[in-house]
C-alpha cells in the first residue's frame, strides 16, 4: 500500500518561498508517476506537475517558472519548490502517486489512486 505524507506548508508574505516535501512508501513499482495538486478554498483540485522515476517533468503552464517539482530517489522524498508566492497561491497541498487505473495526464486528478493528507500554504499580501 502506498502511502504519502506532505510537510513544508505554512504562512508566507507574498514574494516568499516555500519547499513541500512528500515522504512515500510502499511504491514497489520500477517505474512510477507522481504530481503535485492544489485545492484553493471553495474550488477544485487542480494540477500543478508531474514527474516519474526517470526524471521527466511536466507543468501545468501557468505555475512553470515559479514552482519545480524535484525529488531524491534513494530517500523515498518528492519536492515541490515553490517561488514569488501570491495570495492565489493560497490552498492545500497535496501529492499523489499513480500505482493503477487509467492515465488521463499528469494534472488530472483521475490519473492518481494515491494521495497524501495534504499541507496548507497560505500566502498573505
Known amino acids: 500500500q502506498v502511502q504519502l505524507e506532505e510537510s513544508g506548508g505554512g504562512s508566507v508574505q507574498a514574494g516568499g518561498s516555500l519547499r513541500l516535501s512528500c515522504a512515500f512508501s510502499?511504491?514497489?513499482?520500477?517505474?512510477?508517476?507522481m504530481g503535485w495538486f492544489r485545492q484553493p478554498p471553495g474550488k477544485e483540485r487542480e494540477g500543478i506537475a508531474g514527474?516519474?522515476?526517470?526524471?521527466?517533468?511536466d507543468y501545468v503552464e501557468s505555475l512553470k517558472g515559479r514552482f519545480t517539482i524535484s525529488q531524491d530517489i534513494a530517500k523515498n522524498i518528492l519536492y515541490l519548490q515553490m517561488n514569488n508566492l501570491q495570495p492565489e497561491d493560497t490552498a492545500m497541498y497535496f501529492c499523489?502517486?499513480?500505482?493503477?487505473?487509467?492515465?488521463?495526464?499528469?494534472?488530472?486528478?483521475?490519473?492518481?489512486?494515491?494521495w497524501g493528507q495534504g499541507t496548507q500554504v497560505t500566502v498573505s499580501s
Open positions: 514527474t516519474n522515476r526517470e526524471g521527466r517533468t
Open positions: 510502499g511504491y514497489t513499482y520500477t517505474s512510477y508517476c
Open positions: 499523489a502517486a499513480a500505482s493503477s487505473g487509467t492515465w488521463f495526464g499528469f494534472d488530472r486528478p483521475g490519473s492518481y489512486n494515491n
